[in-house]
């Protein structure tokens, strides 16, 4: 249970922070406003989070499940990344429409799309509960018992703070390994509609190839609208519905930037690790990193072969090759720089100077203890990532599985109505597994990686029906020969006419026993039976040490910034727009702009053939309001950006906002050799990217065509 003690030391904390490195609370952030006064901003704390009036939160919003978005307007307009609007622009997507190619722009509010499944949070309020959580809780207890304590408590809290309410939810969440508790209460909107996206060779421009790079030239934008019921509550999708009425919304700076320019990143960053010890750290970039790498290097291959062959492939594979490859050039990155900053010896000499001053502590052994649970944990690890980056991403057992899952629950039923859910649910799935399949990429794809599942995964490991089918059809080549040509689920025709006029309990009889569903099934209880239970438990005990070593950190250095990592809850992040030299003899600046763009524009590749439209204007310097002088005294329109804010995923999308607090860019991603960022934070190398919120402009008007989007705009120079 955090003490008094421990609480004083959270506080404290916050006062000695670099201006790069931290994600802060927005309802702590009254601890960080003289920095970040000293450092040029110019408003207070109330006008970055406040409960009492309208203040930025109430402009910010989680987009979906993973990325964040910023109003723009008086009406509901929304700004986020093009990524992260990709999968809502390919499901409207087609040959014969193909949005993904060519862009989309609604130029009347009745030529918006609509997102089934798509919502946006903005979060109402939050606040410390950790004597409410652990209220209950006393000395001696087990695990499971103070467990228990936290789980009713914290069900408790959201109850009482979602009642009564259109659209609230909440979730409590653990901060410092359980040392702290917050409260997150949310107003969820689901009538989310796409208003505006620009071609892929603007919004995607450069592809993988400049993914995590820099300079980069990426118009990674989109535009969604939220709907309101006419009382500006959350509702399901209506025509009836209305533009929802924001309580405050981002105004937009025409004033651009320039190196050393103060800047805050206002977002949800998900996930970090920054005070994972030194096992931890080896685990990653010298096992887990290499080997999701190679496998996914395979996969990307196969697929970016078929993509290049066919429109229609292309349209069904790009938002899962984007997926695919955005993880896997993130943790080619990530390997590279912890090796490079030599993290896991710098962390090896931090926990021997610990394990020192800890000597007849209450926090004696924690580091012997955690070095030795990583060991017990290691081989549960390789197995997870193993079954995760092969058997699982066979999306015909993945489908099938799931599809004979949903067919379970309807045969079981005691309900027509129940299980005619379910029967809807399988048919939706279906439609939409379908519609972006492909089955050379899936089965090329299973005889890579279960291949490379049987040269790498020791034998000890390996499932019994891994052996068997091996033993009966000799390679993987075979096995995926019967799998594939077997199985009802490859053509959606042969599925449909198998199970066609069968009643539920029939119809799963009949694919359950599917190769495909066998074969999804088989390693799905491989993985939840034998690799699954052992790697939880020691997971848990590992996170249930750490928070012992949370409270140790902080009493061995009570000088040290310690801020609370990532989880996909509002943070602020400030910072400066600033270059870096990634190595000798080479400097980065800042800033990029539209010559970049022409210089990589290349009709040959798809990923760097920018739209004629944008040649044009090129040519003939046609920028209009959105031309600035650059370095050489010529007219010329920016791109991109970047700066020292700490950020992670999630913060995709996230308003990059200046002094005064307007908006001079969207956070799209970070520099390539900073993306160990997550684990350890280098303020020479970790620097953000952001899409300067002029090109975006100039996009929507001189590209688009949709000058109608700036009307709703506010500016300020």
Same mark, same amino acid.
């Given at each position: 249970?955090?003490?008094?003690?421990?609480?004083?030391?959270?506080?404290?904390?916050?006062?000695?922070?670099? %201006?790069?490195?931290?994600?802060?609370?927005?309802?702590?952030?009254?601890?960080?406003?003289?920095?970040?006064?000293?450092?040029?901003?110019?408003?207070?704390?109330?006008?970055?989070?406040?409960?009492?009036?309208?203040?930025?939160?109430?402009?910010? @919003? #989680?987009?979906?499940?993973?990325?964040?978005?910023? #109003?723009?307007?008086?009406?509901?307009?929304?700004?986020?990344?093009?990524?992260?609007?990709?999968? =809502?622009? =390919?499901?409207?997507?087609?040959?014969?429409?193909?949005?993904?190619?060519?862009?989309?722009?609604? /130029?009347?509010?009745?030529?918006?799309?609509?997102?089934?499944?798509?919502?946006?949070?903005? #979060?109402?309020? /939050?606040?410390?509960? !950790?004597?409410?959580? &652990?209220?209950?809780?006393?000395?001696?207890?087990?695990?499971? =018992?103070?467990?228990?304590?936290?789980?009713?408590?914290?069900? %408790?809290?959201?109850?009482?703070?979602?009642?009564?309410?259109?659209?609230?939810?909440?979730?409590?969440?653990?901060?410092?390994?359980?040392?702290?508790?917050? &409260?997150? @209460?949310?107003?969820?909107?689901?009538?989310?509609?796409?208003?505006?996206?620009?071609?892929?060779?603007?919004?995607?421009?450069?592809?993988?190839?400049?993914?995590?790079?820099?300079?980069? *030239?990426?118009?990674?934008?989109?535009?969604?609208?939220?709907?309101?019921?006419?009382?500006?509550?959350?509702?399901?999708?209506?025509?009836?519905?209305?533009?929802?009425?924001?309580?405050? *919304?981002?105004?937009?700076?025409?004033?651009?930037?320039?190196?050393?320019?103060?800047?805050?990143?206002?977002?949800?960053?998900?996930?970090?690790?920054?005070?994972?010890?030194?096992?931890?750290?080896?685990?990653?970039?010298?096992?887990?990193?290499?080997?999701?790498?190679?496998?996914?290097?395979?996969?990307?291959?196969?697929?970016?072969?078929?993509?290049?062959?066919?429109?229609?492939?292309?349209?069904?594979?790009?938002?899962?090759?984007?997926?695919?490859?955005?993880?896997?050039?993130?943790? =080619?990155?990530?390997?590279?720089?912890?090796?490079?900053?030599?993290?896991?010896?710098?962390?090896?000499?931090?926990?021997?100077?610990?394990?020192?001053?800890?000597?007849?502590?209450?926090?004696?052994?924690?580091? %012997?203890? #955690?070095?030795?649970?990583?060991?017990?944990?290691?081989?549960?690890?390789?197995?997870?990532?193993?079954?995760?980056?092969?058997?699982?991403?066979?999306?015909?057992?993945?489908?099938?599985?799931?599809?004979?899952?949903?067919?379970?629950?309807?045969?079981?039923?005691?309900?027509?109505?129940?299980?005619?859910?379910?029967?809807?649910?399988?048919?939706?799935? $279906?439609?939409?597994?379908?519609?972006?399949?492909?089955?050379?990429?899936?089965?090329?794809?299973?005889?890579?990686?279960?291949?490379?599942?049987?040269?790498?995964?020791?034998?000890?490991?390996?499932?019994?029906?891994?052996?068997?089918? /091996?033993?009966?059809?000799?390679?993987?080549?075979?096995?995926?020969?019967?799998?594939?040509?077997?199985?009802?689920?490859?053509?959606?025709?042969? &599925?449909?006419?198998?199970?066609?006029?069968?009643?539920?309990?029939? %119809?799963?009889?009949?694919?359950?026993?599917?190769?495909?569903?066998?074969?999804?099934?088989?390693?799905?209880?491989?993985?939840?039976?034998?690799?699954?239970?052992?790697?939880?438990?020691?997971?848990?005990?590992?996170?249930?040490?750490?928070?012992?070593?949370?409270?140790?950190? /902080?009493?061995?250095?009570?000088?040290?910034?310690?801020?609370?990592?990532?989880?996909?809850?509002?943070?602020?992040?400030?910072?400066?727009?600033?270059?870096?030299?990634?190595?000798?003899? !080479?400097?980065?600046?800042?800033?990029?702009?539209?010559?970049?763009?022409?210089?990589?524009?290349?009709?040959?590749?798809?990923?760097?053939?920018?739209?004629?439209?944008?040649?044009?204007?090129?040519?003939?310097?046609?920028?209009?309001?959105?031309?600035?002088?650059?370095?050489?005294?010529?007219?010329?329109?920016?791109?991109?950006?970047?700066?020292?804010?700490?950020?992670?995923?999630?913060?995709?999308?996230?308003?990059?906002?200046? $002094?005064?607090?307007?908006?001079?860019?969207?956070?799209?991603?970070?520099?390539?050799?900073?993306?160990?960022?997550?684990?350890?934070?280098?303020?020479?190398?970790?620097?953000?990217?952001?899409?300067?919120?002029?090109?975006?402009?100039?996009?929507?008007?001189? @590209?688009?065509?949709?000058? *109608?989007?700036?009307?709703?705009?506010?500016?300020?120079?």
């Amino acid at each position: 249970m955090i003490t008094a003690a421990v609480g004083t030391l959270l506080s404290a904390v916050f006062f000695n922070a670099k %201006a790069d490195e931290g994600m802060w609370l927005p309802s702590l952030i009254s601890e960080r406003i003289g920095d970040m006064q000293s450092k040029g901003f110019r408003l207070d704390a109330e006008d970055i989070y406040s409960i009492n009036q309208a203040s930025l939160k109430d402009a910010v @919003v #989680l987009f979906g499940r993973g990325c964040t978005g910023e #109003l723009i307007s008086g009406e509901g307009l929304l700004l986020t990344n093009h990524h992260c609007g990709y999968a =809502q622009i =390919q499901k409207h997507s087609s040959v014969e429409h193909d949005y993904l190619k060519d862009g989309f722009w609604a /130029m009347s509010r009745d030529e918006e799309l609509p997102n089934e499944g798509l919502t946006v949070s903005f #979060l109402d309020r /939050m606040e410390d509960v !950790t004597s409410a959580v &652990l209220n209950g809780y006393e000395e001696g207890m087990t695990e499971a =018992q103070r467990d228990s304590v936290v789980k009713a408590n914290s069900a %408790a809290l959201i109850e009482k703070a979602t009642a009564g309410g259109k659209g609230l939810d909440a979730d409590v969440e653990a901060l410092y390994y359980g040392n702290q508790y917050f &409260l997150f @209460v949310y107003r969820v909107y689901n009538d989310i509609r796409l208003v505006g996206a620009p071609p892929s060779s603007i919004g995607k421009f450069g592809g993988d190839t400049d993914n995590w790079m820099w300079p980069r *030239h990426t118009g990674d934008f989109s535009i969604f609208r939220i709907y309101a019921d006419k009382d500006n509550n959350p509702a399901e999708y209506s025509e009836d519905n209305v533009p929802y009425r924001p309580k405050r *919304h981002f105004s937009i700076s025409l004033g651009g930037v320039q190196e050393g320019d103060f800047t805050f990143v206002y977002g949800f960053p998900g996930s970090t690790r920054e005070y994972i010890m030194s096992e931890g750290v080896r685990y990653i970039s010298e096992i887990s990193d290499p080997n999701k790498i190679a496998l996914r290097t395979l996969r990307l291959e196969i697929q970016d072969r078929y993509m290049s062959q066919s429109q229609d492939v292309r349209i069904k594979y790009s938002s899962k090759n984007a997926s695919v490859a955005n993880s896997w050039k993130k943790w =080619q990155g990530e390997m590279r720089g912890i090796r490079k900053m030599g993290t896991v010896g710098k962390k090896r000499e931090y926990e021997r100077k610990f394990r020192e001053w800890a000597e007849g502590t209450a926090y004696d052994g924690l580091v %012997a203890r #955690l070095d030795s649970l990583y060991r017990i944990l290691e081989p549960y690890s390789y197995a997870s990532d193993y079954y995760a980056e092969t058997a699982w991403t066979v999306e015909l057992g993945r489908f099938a599985t799931g599809y004979s899952d949903l067919y379970a629950k309807a045969a079981l039923s005691s309900s027509d109505t129940v299980a005619e859910k379910f029967l809807k649910e399988a048919e939706r799935m $279906a439609a939409s597994f379908y519609k972006d399949y492909y089955l050379p990429i899936d089965k090329e794809s299973f005889i890579a990686v279960m291949d490379m599942f049987d040269r790498n995964m020791p034998d000890g490991s390996k499932p019994e029906y891994f052996f068997r089918n /091996m033993k009966r059809y000799g390679s993987v080549e075979v096995w995926a020969d019967s799998l594939f040509g077997n199985s009802v689920f490859a053509d959606s025709s042969v &599925l449909y006419g198998t199970i066609a006029g069968q009643a539920p309990h029939d %119809a799963w009889m009949t694919i359950s026993s599917d190769p495909a569903t066998e074969f999804g099934r088989e390693f799905r209880k491989w993985y939840s039976e034998e690799i699954r239970p052992s790697a939880k438990r020691i997971s848990d005990e590992i996170n249930l040490t750490y928070r012992d070593y949370m409270r140790g950190q /902080m009493e061995f250095e009570p000088e040290r910034t310690f801020y609370p990592d990532a989880n996909l809850t509002l943070r602020v992040a400030y910072g400066s727009v600033q270059g870096y030299s990634p190595a000798d003899g !080479t400097y980065y600046f800042p800033v990029s702009t539209i010559e970049g763009i022409m210089q990589k524009d290349n009709p040959e590749i798809f990923d760097y053939d920018v739209p004629e439209r944008l040649r044009e204007i090129y040519r003939t310097k046609d920028y209009g309001r959105w031309a600035v002088t650059g370095p050489d005294g010529r007219k010329t329109v920016p791109v991109c950006f970047i700066a020292t804010n700490h950020t992670s995923g999630g913060n995709s999308g996230s308003p990059v906002i200046n $002094a005064d607090g307007n908006l001079i860019g969207i956070n799209f991603d970070r520099v390539w050799e900073g993306t160990m960022s997550d684990i350890v934070f280098d303020p020479d190398l970790c620097r953000n990217i952001a899409l300067d919120i002029r090109y975006v402009l100039f996009i929507i008007d001189k @590209v688009a065509g949709a000058g *109608h989007l700036l009307d709703e705009m506010t500016f300020t120079e």
